[in-house]
Protein backbone atom coordinates (compact mmCIF):
# COMPACT_ATOMS: atom_id res chain seq x y z
CA UNK A 1 0.00 0.00 0.00
CA UNK A 2 1.51 3.30 -1.19
CA UNK A 3 1.30 6.56 0.87
CA UNK A 4 2.13 10.35 0.32
CA UNK A 5 2.57 13.31 1.87
CA UNK A 6 -0.50 15.17 2.58
CA UNK A 7 -1.38 19.20 3.33
CA UNK A 8 1.70 19.88 5.82
CA UNK A 9 2.64 23.37 7.85
CA UNK A 10 5.08 24.46 10.24
CA UNK A 11 5.64 28.01 12.04
CA UNK A 12 6.40 29.23 15.77
CA UNK A 13 3.74 29.74 17.74
CA UNK A 14 2.51 31.92 20.80
CA UNK A 15 5.69 34.40 20.28
CA UNK A 16 4.86 36.93 23.33
CA UNK A 17 5.63 40.51 22.37
CA UNK A 18 5.64 43.51 24.56
CA UNK A 19 6.38 46.90 22.88
CA UNK A 20 6.74 49.95 24.86
CA UNK A 21 7.05 53.47 22.84
CA UNK A 22 9.71 55.00 25.57
CA UNK A 23 9.91 58.08 22.91
CA UNK A 24 6.24 59.54 23.53
CA UNK A 25 5.19 60.74 27.29
CA UNK A 26 2.77 59.57 28.41
CA UNK A 27 3.77 55.86 27.61
CA UNK A 28 2.42 53.60 24.81
CA UNK A 29 2.22 50.45 24.74
CA UNK A 30 1.53 47.41 22.69
CA UNK A 31 1.08 43.26 23.72
CA UNK A 32 0.40 40.76 21.23
CA UNK A 33 0.64 36.47 21.44
CA UNK A 34 1.88 36.07 17.40
CA UNK A 35 2.08 32.53 16.04
CA UNK A 36 3.54 32.25 12.47
CA UNK A 37 2.40 29.02 9.92
CA UNK A 38 4.30 28.84 6.70
CA UNK A 39 3.95 26.04 3.93
CA UNK A 40 5.48 25.30 0.60
CA UNK A 41 8.32 23.19 -0.77
CA UNK A 42 8.29 21.40 2.44
CA UNK A 43 8.41 17.65 1.07
CA UNK A 44 12.35 17.04 1.25
CA UNK A 45 12.31 17.76 5.80
CA UNK A 46 9.44 14.90 5.54
CA UNK A 47 10.92 12.15 3.07
CA UNK A 48 14.00 12.34 3.23
CA UNK A 49 15.91 14.75 6.11
CA UNK A 50 16.87 17.10 4.25
CA UNK A 51 16.19 20.67 5.97
CA UNK A 52 17.21 22.59 2.99
CA UNK A 53 14.13 24.25 2.63
CA UNK A 54 13.27 25.19 5.87
CA UNK A 55 13.03 28.26 7.53
CA UNK A 56 13.97 27.45 11.47
CA UNK A 57 10.95 28.09 13.44
CA UNK A 58 13.30 30.28 15.79
CA UNK A 59 14.47 32.50 12.66
CA UNK A 60 10.74 32.68 12.37
CA UNK A 61 10.79 34.22 16.16
CA UNK A 62 13.51 36.41 15.85
CA UNK A 63 11.45 38.18 13.01
CA UNK A 64 8.91 38.84 14.92
CA UNK A 65 10.74 40.38 17.50
CA UNK A 66 12.66 42.53 15.15
CA UNK A 67 9.85 43.78 13.26
CA UNK A 68 8.19 44.43 16.80
CA UNK A 69 10.35 47.43 16.93
CA UNK A 70 9.13 48.86 13.79
CA UNK A 71 6.76 51.63 14.48
CA UNK A 72 5.15 51.63 11.38
CA UNK A 73 3.65 48.11 11.68
CA UNK A 74 3.51 47.16 15.33
CA UNK A 75 0.60 49.50 16.21
CA UNK A 76 -2.18 47.86 14.86
CA UNK A 77 -2.23 43.85 14.68
CA UNK A 78 -3.51 43.91 10.91
CA UNK A 79 -0.71 45.90 9.78
CA UNK A 80 1.95 44.22 11.83
CA UNK A 81 0.12 40.38 10.53
CA UNK A 82 0.36 41.92 6.97
CA UNK A 83 4.27 42.90 7.17
CA UNK A 84 5.13 39.38 8.33
CA UNK A 85 2.90 37.33 6.35
CA UNK A 86 4.52 39.00 3.49
CA UNK A 87 7.92 38.69 4.24
CA UNK A 88 7.78 34.99 4.87
CA UNK A 89 6.52 34.29 1.47
CA UNK A 90 8.52 37.42 -0.49
CA UNK A 91 11.39 36.53 0.57
CA UNK A 92 11.63 33.06 1.66
CA UNK A 93 12.58 30.57 -0.92
CA UNK A 94 10.47 28.16 -1.25
CA UNK A 95 7.80 28.89 0.78
CA UNK A 96 4.36 30.01 -1.08
CA UNK A 97 1.70 30.62 1.87
CA UNK A 98 1.59 31.99 5.18
CA UNK A 99 -0.85 32.75 7.75
CA UNK A 100 0.19 35.12 11.06
CA UNK A 101 -2.33 35.01 13.94
CA UNK A 102 -2.39 37.53 16.55
CA UNK A 103 -3.99 38.17 20.00
CA UNK A 104 -3.86 41.51 21.42
CA UNK A 105 -4.30 42.08 25.25
CA UNK A 106 -5.58 45.47 26.04
CA UNK A 107 -3.85 47.61 28.40
CA UNK A 108 -5.47 51.12 30.09
CA UNK A 109 -3.55 53.83 31.47
CA UNK A 110 -3.51 54.15 35.26
CA UNK A 111 -3.35 57.60 36.62
CA UNK A 112 0.60 57.75 35.73
CA UNK A 113 2.34 58.42 32.84
CA UNK A 114 3.97 54.96 32.59
CA UNK A 115 1.88 52.10 34.99
CA UNK A 116 -1.23 50.45 33.14
CA UNK A 117 -3.80 47.71 33.88
CA UNK A 118 -4.77 45.14 31.72
CA UNK A 119 -8.15 45.61 30.52
CA UNK A 120 -9.55 42.17 30.45
CA UNK A 121 -13.08 42.69 28.95
CA UNK A 122 -11.89 40.92 25.49
CA UNK A 123 -8.71 39.78 23.78
CA UNK A 124 -8.45 41.70 20.20
CA UNK A 125 -7.24 39.13 17.02
CA UNK A 126 -6.73 39.35 13.56
CA UNK A 127 -5.74 36.70 10.84
CA UNK A 128 -3.55 37.65 7.93
CA UNK A 129 -3.11 35.34 5.36
CA UNK A 130 -1.27 35.41 2.45
CA UNK A 131 -0.08 33.21 -0.94
CA UNK A 132 2.32 35.45 -2.84
CA UNK A 133 -0.51 37.48 -4.48
CA UNK A 134 -3.60 37.99 -2.61
CA UNK A 135 -3.59 39.55 1.45
CA UNK A 136 -6.49 38.38 3.10
CA UNK A 137 -6.88 40.07 6.65
CA UNK A 138 -9.47 39.01 9.20
CA UNK A 139 -9.94 41.55 12.45
CA UNK A 140 -12.41 39.52 15.54
CA UNK A 141 -12.27 39.75 19.22
CA UNK A 142 -12.81 36.58 21.76
CA UNK A 143 -14.26 36.27 25.24
CA UNK A 144 -16.10 39.18 24.58
CA UNK A 145 -18.83 38.52 27.56
CA UNK A 146 -21.89 40.12 27.26
CA UNK A 147 -25.24 39.57 28.56
CA UNK A 148 -28.97 41.22 28.89
CA UNK A 149 -31.29 40.38 32.21
CA UNK A 150 -34.32 41.17 29.77
CA UNK A 151 -36.03 41.60 25.91
CA UNK A 152 -35.05 38.04 25.43
CA UNK A 153 -37.38 35.21 24.69
CA UNK A 154 -37.37 31.76 23.63
CA UNK A 155 -40.06 29.80 22.39
CA UNK A 156 -42.35 28.02 19.51
CA UNK A 157 -39.16 25.51 18.61
CA UNK A 158 -39.65 22.09 17.88
CA UNK A 159 -40.24 19.54 20.34
CA UNK A 160 -40.29 15.75 20.69
CA UNK A 161 -41.09 13.37 23.39
CA UNK A 162 -37.30 14.33 24.96
CA UNK A 163 -38.20 17.90 25.16
CA UNK A 164 -38.32 19.13 28.70
CA UNK A 165 -37.14 22.60 28.32
CA UNK A 166 -39.66 25.62 28.66
CA UNK A 167 -41.12 28.31 26.87
CA UNK A 168 -40.12 31.70 28.36
CA UNK A 169 -40.90 35.04 27.41
CA UNK A 170 -38.24 36.27 29.56
CA UNK A 171 -35.01 35.33 30.12
CA UNK A 172 -31.53 36.38 30.70
CA UNK A 173 -29.13 35.42 27.33
CA UNK A 174 -25.79 36.08 28.17
CA UNK A 175 -22.61 34.88 25.79
CA UNK A 176 -18.96 34.62 25.41
CA UNK A 177 -18.64 35.84 22.08
CA UNK A 178 -16.26 35.01 19.02
CA UNK A 179 -16.53 37.24 16.36
CA UNK A 180 -14.40 37.63 12.48
CA UNK A 181 -14.73 39.86 10.19
CA UNK A 182 -12.96 39.67 6.80
CA UNK A 183 -11.87 43.09 4.58
CA UNK A 184 -12.17 44.04 1.32
CA UNK A 185 -9.05 45.46 1.12
CA UNK A 186 -6.04 46.30 2.66
CA UNK A 187 -5.94 49.80 2.74
CA UNK A 188 -7.68 50.58 6.05
CA UNK A 189 -7.54 52.69 9.05
CA UNK A 190 -7.45 49.08 11.18
CA UNK A 191 -7.92 51.09 14.71
CA UNK A 192 -10.89 53.15 13.40
CA UNK A 193 -12.61 50.34 11.48
CA UNK A 194 -12.09 48.15 14.64
CA UNK A 195 -13.83 50.61 17.24
CA UNK A 196 -16.63 51.03 14.94
CA UNK A 197 -17.06 47.43 14.40
CA UNK A 198 -17.09 46.93 18.11
CA UNK A 199 -19.44 49.63 19.08
CA UNK A 200 -21.86 48.59 15.85
CA UNK A 201 -21.78 44.56 17.60
CA UNK A 202 -22.67 46.18 21.35
CA UNK A 203 -25.35 48.16 20.36
CA UNK A 204 -27.03 46.16 18.64
CA UNK A 205 -26.73 43.59 21.34
CA UNK A 206 -28.19 45.91 23.99
CA UNK A 207 -31.06 47.75 21.78
CA UNK A 208 -32.72 44.39 19.75
CA UNK A 209 -35.95 42.77 21.81
CA UNK A 210 -34.29 38.97 21.08
CA UNK A 211 -36.14 35.67 20.24
CA UNK A 212 -33.45 33.59 19.43
CA UNK A 213 -29.47 34.01 19.88
CA UNK A 214 -29.80 33.54 16.17
CA UNK A 215 -32.02 36.26 16.20
CA UNK A 216 -29.38 38.41 17.63
CA UNK A 217 -26.12 37.36 16.37
CA UNK A 218 -28.11 38.00 12.40
CA UNK A 219 -28.89 41.60 13.99
CA UNK A 220 -25.71 42.18 14.71
CA UNK A 221 -23.65 41.40 11.53
CA UNK A 222 -26.20 43.02 9.53
CA UNK A 223 -25.44 46.40 12.15
CA UNK A 224 -21.65 45.75 11.52
CA UNK A 225 -22.36 45.16 7.66
CA UNK A 226 -24.09 48.01 7.56
CA UNK A 227 -21.48 50.48 9.77
CA UNK A 228 -18.53 49.21 7.55
CA UNK A 229 -19.02 48.52 3.85
CA UNK A 230 -15.85 47.15 3.47
CA UNK A 231 -16.50 44.42 5.66
CA UNK A 232 -17.47 41.36 3.27
CA UNK A 233 -18.79 39.26 6.47
CA UNK A 234 -18.63 38.19 9.45
CA UNK A 235 -18.64 35.23 11.73
CA UNK A 236 -19.65 34.47 15.52
CA UNK A 237 -19.28 31.94 17.46
CA UNK A 238 -21.88 32.51 20.61
CA UNK A 239 -21.60 30.00 23.06
CA UNK A 240 -25.01 30.45 25.14
CA UNK A 241 -23.87 30.83 28.65
CA UNK A 242 -27.34 29.79 30.55
CA UNK A 243 -28.65 31.18 33.80
CA UNK A 244 -31.72 28.77 35.06
CA UNK A 245 -34.20 30.39 37.72
CA UNK A 246 -32.73 28.88 41.14
CA UNK A 247 -35.84 26.28 42.44
CA UNK A 248 -36.60 28.77 45.91
CA UNK A 249 -40.00 27.24 46.80
CA UNK A 250 -38.49 24.74 48.89
CA UNK A 251 -37.80 27.18 51.11
CA UNK A 252 -40.93 28.74 50.86
CA UNK A 253 -38.73 31.94 49.14
CA UNK A 254 -40.75 33.79 46.31
CA UNK A 255 -37.72 33.70 43.28
CA UNK A 256 -39.83 36.34 40.91
CA UNK A 257 -37.32 35.93 37.99
CA UNK A 258 -34.58 37.05 40.03
CA UNK A 259 -32.57 34.41 41.61
CA UNK A 260 -30.27 32.18 38.53
CA UNK A 261 -27.99 29.34 38.74
CA UNK A 262 -24.89 29.97 36.11
CA UNK A 263 -24.50 26.92 34.38
CA UNK A 264 -20.76 26.69 32.19
CA UNK A 265 -21.84 23.14 30.83
CA UNK A 266 -23.33 21.66 28.45
CA UNK A 267 -23.81 24.76 26.24
CA UNK A 268 -25.61 25.76 23.16
CA UNK A 269 -23.33 26.51 20.79
CA UNK A 270 -24.56 29.31 18.31
CA UNK A 271 -22.39 29.89 15.00
CA UNK A 272 -23.49 31.84 12.24
CA UNK A 273 -21.89 34.20 9.10
CA UNK A 274 -23.53 36.88 7.73
CA UNK A 275 -22.57 38.18 4.33
CA UNK A 276 -22.74 41.55 2.29
CA UNK A 277 -24.79 40.13 -0.77
CA UNK A 278 -22.35 41.12 -3.30
CA UNK A 279 -19.45 39.42 -1.42
CA UNK A 280 -17.41 36.33 -2.56
CA UNK A 281 -15.95 33.45 -1.15
CA UNK A 282 -12.93 34.18 0.81
CA UNK A 283 -11.51 30.68 -0.19
CA UNK A 284 -10.05 30.66 3.08
CA UNK A 285 -10.58 27.59 5.52
CA UNK A 286 -12.95 28.46 8.29
CA UNK A 287 -13.41 26.22 11.35
CA UNK A 288 -16.35 26.81 13.35
CA UNK A 289 -15.49 27.83 16.79
CA UNK A 290 -11.62 28.33 15.78
CA UNK A 291 -12.36 30.79 12.42
CA UNK A 292 -9.95 31.55 10.03
Given at each position: ????????????????????????????????????????????????????????????????????????????????????????????????????????????????????????????????????????VVSGLKDLIILKST??????????????????????????????????????????????????????????????????????????????????????????????????????????????????????????????????????????????
Open positions: MGVKLGYNQYGKAENRVVRVFRDSDPHEIVDYNVSVALSGGQEAPHLTGDNAPTLPTDTQKNTVYAFAAEDDVVTQPESFGIRLARHFVDNTEPITFSRVGLEMYPWTRLDNPHAFVRDGRYVRTATVTYDGTTTWDSEFWGYYQDKYTTLQPTNDRIMATSLTAQWRHDDTDVDWGKSYDAVVEAMLNSFAGHHSLALQHTLYDMGTAVINAQPGIAEIRFSAPNKHHFIYDLDRFDIENNNEVFHADDRPYGLIEATVCRDDAGDSGLAFDPGQGW
